[in-house]
């Protein structure tokens, strides 16, 4: 078997697979879109007046020493469960001596949780056109040779498919693409939605006072030492009399 044979039967066993690959990619950019629409219905309520009169209520109970009520004020501007979950951190550690290192990461694995979320359309904005490529090409092949043997009708089957899965493939794309586009843009400002939340609360006295300096260590003589000194103290004093 020569390595041209190999390649067509590598290429041919790969026919079926990218078909169902394809497929299953169309439904997953569609799903996305749907998602998308569902996140843009939430954020309808959007504002930054809103977002401004949630901080304020969160800075007034926070400085009256009413925890829950801030945490209310400020997951109300959560639109999903790892934006909730950084926002509750704002309020939540500010208590912890190692506060901000705490918040801090907190919106780090925020920010890492919606990139992840990103990286969905963004595979499928490659995946798709190369699977739409890989779907045309392979046809191909078994459509030239029932051209030389005068199939015609094996030939419009298989150029049929070879355009429909270009089709599949170029629409995946297309949609992939626009749902990272405007994902991307609703995440970076739900990020500064939390960004402007912490900022704001942390100007809000802490409950927990500063804690004190460690006492310094006490001096420790050997006894030696002091009957030596308080030798030396004595004879001290029996000079200066006269």
């Known amino acids: 078997m020569t390595i041209e044979n190999i390649l067509f039967e590598i290429s041919d066993a790969l026919r079926y697979p990218v078909l169902l690959m394809s497929v299953i990619?169309?439904?997953?950019?569609?799903?996305?879109?749907?998602?998308?629409?569902?996140?843009?219905?939430?954020?309808?309520?959007?504002?930054?007046?809103?977002?401004?009169?949630?901080?304020?209520l969160a800075r007034d109970a926070l400085a009256s020493g009413d925890r829950a009520t801030a945490l209310r004020a400020v997951t109300s501007l959560g639109y999903n469960e790892a934006m909730n979950e950084a926002l509750a951190a704002t309020v939540e550690q500010r208590d912890h001596p190692d506060a901000a290192n705490r918040i801090a990461k907190r919106l780090a694995e925020y920010d890492y949780r919606s990139v992840k979320r990103l990286e969905r359309t963004r595979i499928l904005v490659r995946m798709g056109p190369a699977l739409g490529l890989m779907g045309t090409l392979i046809p191909l092949s078994p459509a030239l040779a029932a051209l030389g043997d005068g199939d015609v009708q094996r030939l419009t089957d298989d150029l049929r498919v070879a355009f429909s899965v270009t089709v599949a493939g170029l629409l995946v794309g297309a949609i992939a693409f626009a749902v990272s586009l405007v994902r991307d843009r609703m995440y970076d400002q739900d990020y500064s939605d939390v960004e402007y939340v912490n900022a704001q609360l942390a100007s809000v006295p802490s409950s927990i006072p500063p804690s004190a300096p460690p006492p310094a260590p006490a001096l420790h003589t050997h006894p030696r030492q002091s009957v030596g000194m308080e030798s030396a103290a004595e004879k001290l004093s029996a000079e200066a009399q006269p």
């Open 25 to 56: 990619a169309l439904v997953l950019a569609i799903a996305e879109a749907g998602a998308l629409l569902a996140e843009a219905r939430r954020r309808r309520v959007r504002s930054v007046a809103r977002t401004e009169h949630a901080v304020d």
